[in-house]
């Protein structure tokens, strides 16, 4: 969420900086529930000090032994307006807290203007698309022999489902023990093992609730559980209600985990093969840092999933994301975008975001200042590091022949008992 004090202090500039991400920040419905709100509280204050005044009146009178009903009375009034005025104030305070929860995190000044896609801006790109003298097959006709099962996967599950086979669903494995290693070994992340099933706070703490509900795999109606969406959801709420010490920071942690999406506004689109499923897994890098690093952190940890896609020699590009295709959560995000020749395009394979203290005042995830003592909010950072479904998507059209052969990417070989090719 956005500090309430700074949203009170100018309403209109943070309204013109959502414009960006396409969102209406209502100005006046909010300043006249924050007059309501200030009006409320000044009441509240006032009769809870003039009740006390008149308490302490009746208690001095009956010591006196004086008659006390009037005042006892008086009293009695007050409490009854007290108790209206405390439900009056509750009510906008909850209106005003609806209103909070639904305003998306400020981009940052350096995201660009854009309504979609279309319009995210190339930072730079990343390796030799490879000229072929050949149509390269997609993964769809490149696996049509049963290593990718769709018609199995739709017979026990439904569409949007995969089914893997012998060195296909080999490599998918590899690719998840090579992140991990890598991510592990040479950047300094923690591997941690999360659930996959999460409660409504968890969802509420970064972001996906209550506003991306329809997204969600909702398990249960009475408690309120859900199969997480990404990893980010689990390992961020780690530090939920929690005062971590600034000799701590920075965090990192990686996880493995499958992730569930109802891909409810997705409409229909990428619909064949494995670029949108309601199934897939993830490496998922999280941060926590000190609110001076973040912005260092986010091209660290942006540098830790291009390192992964460069090990694997596969062409890919960072952009900058608009303000239109920014999440709800992020200030700012780089997605990187991994050359699929099968579909002669960019695709998406991570994306790289900093939410600044958006996320960490959802959760209350703070740490303690070595100067002042007193606790902070974190920053918090997140990124796939990479997307395995995509990665293995990634790895097929970019690693076959003319004759529909697969090689073996030199990074994975020794993951793949030294194969040089995937063989059927």
């Known amino acids: ?63 006196r032994g004086e008659d006390i009903a009037m005042l006892v009375a008086e009293v009695g009034d007050l409490g009854d307006r007290l108790n209206e005025t405390k439900e009056e104030f509750e009510t906008v305070q909850k ?12 981009p940052d000044a350096s995201v660009p203007a854009g309504n979609s896609e279309e319009d995210n801006l190339e930072i730079h790109s990343w390796g030799e698309i490879q000229k072929r003298n050949y149509e390269p097959l997609d993964h769809v006709d490149l696996m049509a022999d049963g290593r990718l099962d769709f018609e199995a996967a739709a017979k026990i599950s439904g569409s949007r489902f995969v089914v893997m086979r012998g060195q296909v669903a080999r490599l998918h494995r590899s690719l998840t023990q090579f992140m991990l290693d890598m991510h592990t070994t040479q950047h300094g992340y923690q591997e941690v093992y999360v659930p996959y099933i999460v409660n409504a706070d968890s969802l509420f703490g970064t972001g996906q609730l209550p506003k991306f509900k329809e997204d969600q795999f909702r398990l249960d109606q009475e408690s309120e559980t859900y199969l997480i969406p990404t990893a980010e959801v689990p390992v961020t709420n780690l530090y939920r209600d929690t005062i971590v010490s600034a000799d701590d920071l920075p965090i990192r942690h990686v996880a493995h985990t499958p992730c569930f999406r109802s891909e409810a506004g997705s409409y229909g689109r990428d619909t064949r093969g494995m670029i949108r499923q309601h199934q897939f897994e993830k490496i998922e890098l999280v941060q926590l840092v000190h609110p001076d690093d973040s912005w260092t952190a986010l091209d660290e940890l ?5 390192a992964i896609l460069k090990s694997l020699d596969l062409p890919y590009r960072a952009v900058n994301l608009c303000g239109g295709d920014l999440g709800f959560s992020a200030t700012k995000t780089i997605d990187l975008e991994v050359w699929l020749p099968g579909q002669s395009a960019y695709r998406e394979i991570s994306s790289c975001s900093n939410f600044l203290d ?15 003592g007193k606790p902070e909010l ?15 998507v990634a790895i097929l059209e970019n690693y076959q022949d003319s004759h529909q052969r697969v090689a073996i990417p030199d990074a994975l070989r020794s993951y793949m008992g030294g194969a040089m090719h995937l063989d059927s």
Not at 378 to 392: D, I, K, P
Request: net charge positive.
């Open 1 to 63: 969420m956005l500090d309430v004090r700074d949203l009170r202090r100018d309403p209109q500039k943070y309204a013109d900086c959502l414009k960006l991400k396409g969102y209406d920040l209502e100005v006046d419905i909010f300043l006249r529930l924050e007059a309501e709100r200030s009006r409320l509280q000044q009441a509240t204050e006032s009769l809870q000090n003039e009740r006390n005044t008149k308490s302490k009146a009746i208690g001095a009178a009956k010591s």
């Open 95 to 106: 209106d005003l807290m609806d209103i909070l929860r639904s305003v998306p995190n400020v």
């Open 302 to 306: 942006t540098g830790h999933a291009e």
């Open 358 to 372: 958006f996320q960490a005042r959802r959760m209350q995830a703070r740490y303690r200042d070595s100067d002042s």
């Open 378 to 392: 974190l920053h918090t950072l997140n990124g796939s590091g990479l997307a395995v479904g995509r990665t293995l």
